[in-house]
């Protein structure tokens, strides 16, 4: 089997690398990555020391797959990954639409020509944010709660979103793009009869993760309370009560492996993939966990709301459980006692992934 990633030195993609380099040693693997994210150097010769062929391509460039040999599966793990990107002062919209559509088209059409299924890793943000906001929650002490005496919600439960929740704009540069990506790679998928899979990815955390304080959270919020860094509670009554599940990145991995080794006719294609509500926390919690583990920390509120947070953001895994008998093996416990322990390794890790 030959397989590869986009996005080959990011977290998820040298994570899923590695997983199967690990578990699938007989696959031969290899990527790109432009190494635009801060930090995403460090992991090629990491990768290369591991037999996995690491090479420099941007998939916002359709010449870089010219070259690029027939393979048996893609795993597209290539974006612009911040819910504020294009927005941000840090990236442009132009820039946010060329990663993540424009570069969607041209692994697209690598997979026409090359008769390569997809692994597409899309985002949870692609769903609604009014609709988010809307959602019946109740302010428990530390986090919002459902609200399990309210009305049904389409595509929502206490178990989390599934796929039938709204993705009605707007959904942020970020979302929409992804959303858009997912359209166009089913239109592919029907026109040239590849075969194909996308993955509404909920937060992923763990260990080595470049986590920033739109992406990548729990890693963020651990490395810069382990360092009694500045952090604050933004929105929400600066109570830091918005929830977030988490997912373990060999988890993600371990479903991809069953995704492309699966041959029967798939019942559906796209799929919400995170850690559930048995996964969740909200900051506030979070920040509770850190002062057991590293002492007593001040922060800061700012009841200032921001246009693109939401307060409760969990992934129902039910439909791709009954699809795969598939669930999260590792708890969110046991992913921040991973993350903590390389913080306390790594003091200096953020430093590494700051912008310049």
Not at 242 to 251: A, F, I, K, T
Not at 263 to 276: D, L
Request: glycine share 8%; aromatic share 10%.
């Amino acid at each position: 089997m030959k397989l590869f990633v986009t996005g080959i030195c990011g977290f998820v993609g040298s994570s899923l690398a590695t997983w199967f380099r690990e578990r699938r040693p007989s696959f031969k693997i290899n990527g790109i990555d432009n190494f635009v994210r801060p930090g995403s150097e460090t992991n090629r010769s990491i990768l290369r020391s591991r037999g996995i062929t690491v090479q420099h391509g941007d998939v916002r460039n359709a010449s870089d797959f010219e070259n690029l040999p027939a393979v048996d599966w893609v795993i597209d793990a290539a974006a612009n990954p911040s819910v504020l990107a294009g927005v941000d002062n840090r990236s442009s919209s132009r820039q946010v639409i060329e990663h993540n559509l424009y570069g969607t088209a041209n692994v697209l059409e690598y997979c026409r020509r090359v008769k390569a299924g997809l692994v597409l890793l899309s985002t949870s943000r692609v769903y609604s944010i009014p609709a988010l906001a809307g959602l019946p929650l109740i302010k428990g002490n530390h986090a919002f709660e459902w609200d399990k005496a309210a009305a049904p919600v389409q595509g929502a439960s206490a178990n989390g979103l599934t796929t039938q929740f709204s993705t009605s704009p707007p959904v942020s540069l970020y979302g929409s793009t992804k959303l858009a990506s997912e359209y166009l790679a089913l239109e592919y998928q029907y026109s040239f009869s590849f075969p194909l899979w996308i993955n509404r990815c909920g937060v992923i955390a763990g260990a080595g993760q470049f986590g920033t304080a739109e992406q990548g959270i729990f890693s963020y919020w651990i490395h810069a309370y382990s360092q009694k860094g500045p952090l604050k509670y933004i929105g929400f009554d600066g109570s830091g009560r918005q929830v977030r599940d988490g997912l373990h990145p060999n988890d993600l991995a371990e479903l991809v492996a069953q995704q492309i080794e699966y041959s029967q006719k798939p019942e559906a294609m796209t799929f919400n993939v995170g850690g559930g509500a048995a996964n969740a926390m909200s900051l506030a919690q979070l920040t509770s966990w850190c002062a057991e583990r590293f002492g007593k920390h001040s922060l800061e509120s700012d009841l200032t709301p921001r246009s693109f947070d939401v307060p409760w953001l969990v992934m129902d895994n039910r439909q791709i459980a009954a699809q795969f008998n598939w669930r999260p093996k590792r708890d969110l416990p046991s992913i921040l006692d991973e993350i903590a322990n390389h913080a306390q390794c790594n003091p200096h890790w953020l430093d590494l992934s700051s912008a310049p």
